[in-house]
Structures are given as structure tokens and as C-alpha cells.
């Protein structure tokens, strides 16, 4: 189900792209900090649709894992645990998790949501 969820999702925010429905999304930036891989939400953020961290001018988009079991083996399947190249997100309640952790600060993260007076029209 973690895959079917992932590709509509996917295939929303294609078509929303394509139709230029951007009226339903707000964004939010981040700073990425060295060694710290938790960050607050925005405060009207309802549903995450797209994260992705600036380097050197080149974006680098996160999927985003929808179950903690799964998050947990992302995080302990692999040896390198810090990279400035995010590959992956993780919404909790009040806050967002990312991986790899950052190895240095100042990079920009940038987070398309929808925010609460839109949810309404906000699609899953």
C-alpha cells in the first residue's frame, strides 16, 4: 500500500503541475543544520507534498516514507548515516524528519504543503 500511496501522490502533484493548481500549496524553508535531522512544520501544514534541499543551485528531491516500520529500516539499512544529499523525509506530528542527516549547515530545504485553509481542496 506504501507504494500505491506514494505513486498517486506522485501522480497529483504531476497533474496539479501541469494544471498550474498551485492555489492549494504552501511553502515553507529550512536551513539545514550539520548533524541535526529533525525540524519543526510550518504551522498550518496539513499534508507534505514535495521536500527538497538546494545545492549549488541543484535540487535534490525526498520521498517521503508513510509508516515508521519503514522509516526505522531506512535508517538502519545502510552504513552511511550523514550526507548533505537528502533522499528521504519523514512526517510526525509537530515535526519532520530527514535522511541522511546533514553533514554541514546552510544548504536550503524547501517544502511544498498543503496548508490548512486549503485542505479542502488539498488532495491526498
Known amino acids: ?21 498551485y492555489f492549494t500549496e504552501d511553502s515553507a524553508t529550512d536551513t539545514t543544520t550539520a548533524s541535526t535531522g529533525t525540524y519543526p512544520l510550518p504551522d ?6 514535495q521536500l527538497y534541499v538546494t545545492i549549488s543551485n541543484i535540487r535534490y528531491n525526498a520521498g517521503q516514507v508513510f509508516n515508521e516500520q519503514d522509516w526505522q529500516r531506512i535508517k538502519a539499512s545502510t552504513t552511511t548515516m550523514t550526507s548533505d544529499y537528502l533522499t528521504h523525509v519523514f512526517v510526525r506530528r509537530d515535526t519532520y524528519e530527514i535522511y541522511p542527516i546533514p553533514t554541514s549547515s546552510s544548504n536550503t530545504m524547501t517544502m511544498i504543503f498543503c496548508p490548512k485553509k486549503a485542505i479542502s481542496q488539498c488532495r491526498k
Request: overall charge positive; glycine content about 8%; charged content about 25%.
Open 44 to 49: 498550518r501544514f496539513v499534508r507534505l507534498k
Open 1 to 21: 500500500t506504501t507504494f500505491l500511496k506514494l505513486n498517486i501522490n506522485l501522480g497529483n502533484q504531476k497533474v496539479e503541475t501541469e494544471l498550474g493548481s
